[in-house]
């Protein structure tokens, strides 16, 4: 599907968009070439390609390597492939996280010099129990040279490691579905996703390994990591709304935002709602929602709209809305991650509005 709306102005400005969905069913597909990419490109030709994007598997830094860079994928360019297909990219980089577990603890490690955004990290079981545990339990950073810690059994407090100049937040978890980490409660592997890419894969602490504890070493970005945009992209005239990521190497997590509804009735969004998955009905897709690759957008758009143009923006989403319904008619504000609220105009009559805020 592609659609598109234009402003008249001075110069005629046009914006269009074609859909980006998954399938297991069609014809194979080509393969991109992703080497000498960085993640966030990658993941945009992927999913033209009408693939997903996959593990971020780090490797070790080797001479003639580039940081952050592309160095392998999991099917080689070139190769069909049936759409919908996972692909996984190696890329070189210095692994920062560090965890370090037994049968009755686990312990993360940040050992860089700078604090990482771990609110939207979720451990999960591949194997075994079905355990889960989310890191915004203990914080939304994890600072330099600190830890974090959990407990599967009592404890009246943390232990130190070598590695921790702090521990900077710990908690036992007693119930049994949140021991991803142990063999005790039945895992017997789990994996370290971050707002749906998977960081790593680890094998579970065997019993009575207190004395011999396992570690896995991963990459999470930092939290002023220049991969990820500052700042939120929107586009609208009285009938339609794209966010976009309007960048040309980063993500932009539309997630972080909050609207509110300047609507005296705001349904069927709500008076405030967030730009994620969920809001959109977890529609079946290979680009991720709640992190945009470049040149992705999600579309907000009037059910009594027209369709039709050339694809310039790739959509990742759809809602169709009740002409009564569309919020950006009236001022909306942007609830930033600063904790700032900032005010987009309403949508003016045959005119392209953009509203371009700090996230």
């Known amino acids: 599907m592609r659609r598109c709306f234009t402003q008249w102005a001075a110069?005629?400005?046009?914006?269009?968009?074609?859909?980006?969905?998954?399938?297991?069913?069609?014809?194979?597909?080509?393969?991109?070439?992703?080497?000498?990419?960085?993640?966030?490109?990658?993941?945009?030709?992927?999913n033209k390609a009408g693939l997903a994007f996959g593990r971020e598997i780090v490797v070790p830094i080797a001479e003639g390597m580039t940081p952050d860079v592309i160095s392998g994928q999991s099917v080689a360019a070139g190769e069909p492939a049936v759409p919908g297909a996972v692909v996984d990219v190696e890329i070189p980089r210095s692994a920062n996280i560090r965890l370090v577990y037994d049968d009755n603890d686990l312990t993360v490690i940040n050992l860089g010099a700078v604090n990482i955004d771990i609110k939207?990290?979720?451990?999960?079981?591949?194997?075994?129990?079905?355990?889960?545990?989310?890191?915004?339990?203990?914080?939304?950073?994890?600072?330099?040279?600190?830890?974090?810690?959990?407990?599967?059994?009592?404890?009246?407090?943390?232990?130190?490691?070598?590695?921790?100049?702090?521990?900077?937040?710990?908690?036992?978890?007693?119930?049994?579905?949140?021991?991803?980490?142990?063999?005790?409660?039945?895992?017997?592997?789990?994996?370290?996703?971050?707002?749906?890419?998977?960081?790593?894969?680890?094998?579970?602490?065997?019993?009575n390994s207190q004395d011999q504890p396992v570690s896995c070493e991963l990459y999470l970005p930092a939290s002023t990591a220049d991969e990820v945009t500052q700042y939120i992209y929107i586009a609208y005239q009285a009938d339609r709304l794209v966010v976009m990521n309007n960048s040309d190497a980063q993500w932009m997590p539309p997630n972080d935002t909050r609207i509110a509804n300047g609507l005296a009735n705001p349904e069927p969004v709500g008076k405030q709602f967030r730009l994620n998955a969920a809001l959109f009905g977890r529609p079946e897709t290979v680009a991720q929602i709640n992190r945009l690759a470049p040149n992705q957008c999600l579309l907000f758009v009037s059910?009594?709209?027209?369709?039709?143009?050339?694809?310039?923006?790739?959509?990742?989403?759809?809602?169709?809305?009740?002409?009564?319904?569309?919020?950006?008619?009236?001022?909306?504000?942007?609830?930033?991650?600063?904790?700032?609220h900032r005010t987009c105009n309403a949508a003016t009559p045959d005119k392209l509005t953009l509203c371009i805020m700090p996230r």
């Not at 355990?131 to 810690?149: G, I, P, S, T, Y």
Request: with cysteine; net charge negative; glycine share 6%.
């Open 303 to 340: 059910s009594e709209a027209d369709t039709g143009g050339l694809m310039d923006c790739d959509v990742i989403a759809t809602m169709e809305l009740p002409p009564t319904q569309l919020w950006w008619t009236a001022n909306f504000e942007i609830l930033g991650s600063d904790g700032k």
């Open 11 to 46: 110069v005629v400005v046009l914006l269009c968009f074609g859909t980006l969905s998954i399938s297991g069913q069609g014809e194979p597909v080509t393969v991109p070439n992703l080497s000498g990419l960085n993640a966030a490109q990658a993941a945009a030709q992927l």
């Open 120 to 207: 939207d990290v979720v451990f999960e079981t591949t194997e075994g129990n079905a355990a889960n545990f989310n890191a915004a339990r203990w914080a939304d950073e994890l600072r330099a040279k600190q830890c974090v810690q959990v407990w599967s059994v009592n404890r009246n407090g943390p232990k130190s490691l070598p590695e921790c100049t702090y521990i900077q937040n710990w908690r036992t978890a007693r119930n049994a579905a949140r021991h991803f980490w142990t063999a005790v409660s039945g895992a017997q592997s789990f994996k370290v996703i971050q707002s749906e890419i998977e960081r790593a894969f680890c094998q579970a602490a065997p019993p």
